[in-house]
Every structure is written in structure tokens, then in C-alpha cells.
RNA sequence: CGGGAUGUAGCGCAGUCCGGUAGCGUGCUUCGUUCGGGACGAAGAGGUCGCAGGUUCGAAUCCUGUCAUCCCGACCA
């Protein structure tokens, strides 16, 4: 592992980069596009499923499993979809490989599939022809599930987690009655995904609602949390879509209702994927490394003895062995780290690279004062603590991690969110500070794709309850009922 | 997919213009001294120069193709 990490101020994506790869989350593979997701990254992922998971039970879902393979006639089913859709498909086309004579392997030209399958991008259309099978009665009603998996989208440029060719996500589907109960489960997962958020990445989110440029290929409404990067980018970082009877028309998903009135299936869909963890990176860490909620950390805790001799050493080692079953029986993941190969300094660089949330430093000098050296890797302050007590200490400490780092990005995105009442003023403030920019806009899709070409900027969202207030668009000065939010994004 | 850059030891790079069988830093191994913020000394190991062709007596170096990564653009949850 090389020294130092290049500092935001310096090169943001290379900063990003490096911390990437450097805190062991993820790297580069053989495959364009694609990553490997390491076993420290991928712990803080399981660690998001598992909160998440819970989480969609407790609304009632259920999980289930679809295939990877869509067939290429499902697609044109739903127009806007498949137009959405269509440009970033990976398609099956054979299923055997031969040996050209000449040692190499080749595609069997006679293999040929007889109908093309698409590999998903996305669910809906395998999804709700497989529910046409599922429902036939108001009694059937609602299906709510939800599937973990991997999707492809042929991207053309791509970011380690923020957006590769595969990647990892859940999509929920879930198949309503009526028009009203199938909005109110679009706006329900939408809130869980606001609460995992702030919750457990500690990132606070705008809720709202994507305009129609930017709404879901096949839905009517798509619901969204943005949340704002250090560097004054916004990220989207969870939808969830109202997709009306469309894909219901698209699939002749029919049902009886209790009046024995024939009518179409009412659907949502709602999903967040590994871009997660991008946001989770973004939104909290610093030139010295990952800064990790205490929640997703896979090590909350990381003990690193000092010592001179063997003797000193198993002072510290006796001292540590009754403290970690301590911190267990406290739910605290810990990781005492004896190893004789790194010195201190080492360490506590390379648990601050990795992000873990607490780092207890224990010498000769605190066995004999009853003590231990507390340090927090949000603020990187240091405090000595009596040895008696220590648990609770550090049961609150993490705590107050989970709510500073919470706190510390709220307080960012407050700064960095700035109203603007003209279009001069809104190109200064986007080239100068960034971040989410409130303004007036006519509400027509031509003014918002001028601003996008212009500028770079997009309409993040039209948050929810937002202030209604008389205004003039800060483009064509048409009159505009409320502000929303624009900014430049990932 | 268009423009630019890069690919040489695990990692970061020099060498490429001007062809002659590969070097630096770091990391790795061993031993010793160290250990409260990325230790020091000594001795070692490690490279099909992204891959495939071509030119040449000889290619990391020149030519062609290809793959991957980064930046800009187009596209896009």
C-alpha cells in the first residue's frame, strides 16, 4: 500500500478513485465496466442489504428470484420503456462455442438462438408477465415483492460503484387494486429509503419528484432521494415509480374486483444499488480515507497495543482479551490487532484509510494509569479514558458518530443549497459553489432541456411538500407556482 | 461511440524521440535493532515491458491491429 492519498481539493475523482481501490472496497476487473467488489467493500454492502432487507419485511414484502434472461419480445411490449431501455442492452444471441479446427474458440454460428434474450437491465417485463400467471382476483391482491440481484446497462463511461456495466441492486414489484394504494406504496418506499439513508449512511436526503425528462422509462411518476456529494454534485441515490396500468396493458394482467368489474393491475417499482456505496463514500470521507457510519462499518472497533517486549505485550493482550468479549456482548464488532509485523504508526494510518469509526491505542503507560486512548475517526480527536467505564464510553461514542457524520453532511448540503432568482446569477452560483440550486422554472420540458444543454445542470427534483410561492421562471420569466431544485450530478 | 492520454516487478514511475536483452522508489522475504502517528541497517527474491501480428541480425523502443484504464464530449439511472 503507497502513501497518501491525493486530497479533494487536489483532483476529486482521482481522490475518489484511489480511496476506492486503496481501502480495499472494490477494483477495476478483466471486464470493461466491470468490478470486483472486495471483501471489506462487500461487507459494508451485506451490511446495507441486511438493514434494507429487514426493513422491506417489515412493510410486508416478500423476496423471490427472476431470471437474468429476458426474452427480446418482452421489450417492445411497453413502448417508452424499451426506447429507455434499448441502448444499453447486452443481448444473447448462441448458446454453444466450437473449436474453429485452428485451435481457437469460436461461436457456434449454428447455435443460434431462435429468440434473442436480452439480459436485464431491469425486471418489470419478465416480472409482470410472470404476475398475469399470479393474478386473476382482487383476492390475489396486493403481490408485493421484492428480488436481490445483478443487472447489465451497456453503459459508455463507467465509475467504480457509482455506475458500472453489472451491478448489484434490489428491485421491488408490487401489483395493487387500485390506483390510490399503488401511489401510497411507491411514497411508502420511498420514505424507507429516505430513513435507510439518513439513518444508517448518515447522508440526508431531499425527497421529491423527477420531472418528465428524467422520470423512469414506463412510469408515471417516479419518486426520488438525491443527496448532495462534498464536491457540489448531486447524486441520486434511490427511486421508487408509480408505473400506472402500463406495464399491466403491456403484459394483459387483468384482475376481478369485489364489485366483479374487470380492470387493469395498478404496479410500482422501486429500487437502490451499489451506487450506494458511492454515496456513502462521497458523503463522508476525507483526505486521510474512508469515514464509515458506525452502523455499515464492517470493524467498529480497533484496538492497537504498544509495546516494547513480549512482556508488554501480553500485559496489553491479557487486558484486551476480557475487553472484547465486553464490547461483544454490546453488539460492537472489534478487531484487536496484534500484529508484530506493523508498527503503531502504520496501523492507525491504515485503519484511518479503512474508516473504521473508533481506534482504542493501549500501552504500558496506560496498564499502569488504568487508562486507554480513545480516538474517533470523524473529527480525529484523541481522549484518554479510564479503563473503568470504557464500554459504555465507547457504546456512546459510536453513537455520536452515527449522529456527527449525519450532522456534518446536513450542515454541508444547508451551505451548499442556495435560491437564486435569475439565470445569471444561477450560472455563476453552479460555476462558483456548486451544490443544490432552488429556482423558478416554467414547468415546460423545452426550458429544462436549454438549461441542461447550457449549463450542465439538471432539475434533481421537485421536492415533496414543497413551499408553493408565485415566482417567474428565471429562463423564459413565465409564471412559476414553486422552486425546485437543480444541480449538476453523477 | 468521437477526441486526448496511459499501459514496464504487488503498487507508483523512469527508460520509448535516437532499436543492442531493463532500472528507480515503495512494497515483499530473511536477520538484527526498533515500537505512544506511515521505523532503520544489512542481505535477498521478484518483470512473457497489456495482448497479437509485422519490420529487423536484434524490439519495452519502429509499424499494424486489439484489449483495458483515466480525462473531455455524446449517451445514460
Redesign the pocket.
Known amino acids: ?5 491525493t486530497s479533494r481539493n487536489d483532483d476529486y ?2 481522490w475518489y ?1 484511489e480511496l476506492v481501490t486503496k481501502a480495499d472496497l472494490a477494483e ?1 476487473s ?5 468490478m470486483v467488489i472486495k471483501p471489506y467493500g462487500y461487507t459494508i454492502w451485506e451490511k446495507m442489504q441486511a438493514a434494507l432487507d429487514t426493513m422491506f419485511k417489515d412493510t410486508g414484502h416478500s423476496n423471490a428470484y427472476f431470471p437474468l434472461f429476458i426474452p427480446k419480445s418482452f421489450f417492445s411490449k411497453e413502448a417508452s420503456h424499451v426506447e ?2 434499448a ?2 442492452c447486452a443481448v444473447v444471441t448462441h448458446y454453444r462455442l466450437k473449436n474453429d479446427g485452428a485451435g481457437n474458440i469460436v461461436v457456434d454460428e449454428e447455435a443460434k438462438l431462435e429468440e434473442e434474450l436480452i439480459v436485464r437491465p431491469t425486471s418489470e417485463t419478465i416480472i409482470w408477465n410472470t404476475y398475469r400467471g399470479w393474478i386473476q382476483s382482487y383476492r390475489d391482491l396486493p403481490i408485493l415483492v421484492n428480488q436481490w440481484a445483478n443487472v447489465v ?1 451497456w ?6 460503484f457509482l ?1 458500472t456495466a453489472e451491478f448489484l441492486w434490489q428491485e421491488g414489484h408490487t401489483a395493487h387494486a387500485t390506483e390510490q394504494e399503488a401511489i401510497e406504496e411507491a411514497e411508502r418506499m420511498l420514505e424507507v429509503y429516505a430513513d435507510f439513508a439518513e439513518n444508517w449512511l448518515a447522508v440526508p436526503v431531499i425527497r421529491g419528484k ?1 420531472t418528465a425528462n ?1 422520470r ?2 414506463g412510469a408515471l411518476e ?1 419518486y ?1 432521494i438525491e443527496a448532495l456529494m462534498q464536491d457540489g454534485k448531486a447524486l ?1 441515490a434511490g ?1 421508487s415509480h408509480f408505473l400506472g396500468q402500463n406495464f399491466a396493458k403491456a403484459f394483459d394482467v387483468k384482475f376481478t374486483s369485489k364489485e366483479g368489474v374487470l380492470d387493469y393491475v395498478w404496479a410500482t417499482s422501486w ?1 437502490v444499488s451499489t451506487r450506494l456505496m458511492g454515496a456513502l463514500i462521497m458523503a463522508h470521507s476525507d483526505d ?1 480515507g474512508l469515514v464509515l457510519p458506525p452502523k455499515l462499518a464492517p470493524v467498529q472497533v480497533v484496538i492497537v497495543p ?4 513480549d512482556d508488554e505485550l501480553n500485559r496489553i493482550s491479557t487486558y484486551v482479551d476480557g475487553l472484547i468479549p465486553e464490547l461483544k456482548a454490546k453488539g460492537i464488532s472489534v478487531k484487536y490487532d496484534d500484529r ?2 506493523q ?4 496501523k ?3 485503519y ?2 479503512k474508516g473504521v469509526p473508533v ?1 482504542l ?7 499502569d494509569n488504568g487508562t486507554v ?1 480513545v ?1 474517533r475517526r470523524d473529527t ?1 480527536e ?1 481522549v484518554t479514558v479510564a479503563q473503568n467505564g470504557l464500554v459504555a464510553h465507547i457504546e456512546q461514542l459510536l453513537v455520536d458518530i452515527q449522529q456527527n457524520i449525519y450532522q456534518k453532511a446536513l450542515q454541508f448540503r444547508t451551505e451548499n443549497t442556495t435560491e437564486v432568482n435569475s439565470y445569471d446569477e444561477f450560472k455563476r452560483v453552479l460555476d462558483e459553489k456548486g451544490g443544490f440550486i432552488s429556482a423558478h422554472w416554467d414547468g415546460t420540458p423545452e426550458t429544462e432541456k436549454q438549461i441542461k ?1 447550457e449549463t ?1 445542470a439538471t432539475i ?1 427534483c421537485i421536492p415533496l411538500n414543497n413551499k408553493q410561492e408565485a415566482g417567474v421562471c428565471m429562463v423564459t420569466g413565465k409564471p412559476s407556482t414553486q422552486r425546485v431544485l437543480f444541480a449538476r ?1 453523477y
Open positions: 500500500m503507497s502513501k497518501g492519498l475523482s482521482q478513485n477495476h478483466a471486464v470493461r465496466g466491470c429507455g431501455f441502448t444499453e446497462r453503459e459508455m463511461r463507467t465509475r467504480l455506475r423527477k428524467e423512469f422509462a417516479t426520488c441520486q427511486t429500487g486521510s504498544i509495546y516494547k517486549n508484530d509485523t508498527r503503531p504508526g502504520f492507525f494510518a491504515e484511518e484509510l481506534r491505542a493501549i500501552g504500558s503507560r496506560d496498564m486512548e480516538a480525529r484523541k444543454e450542465k434533481r450530478a
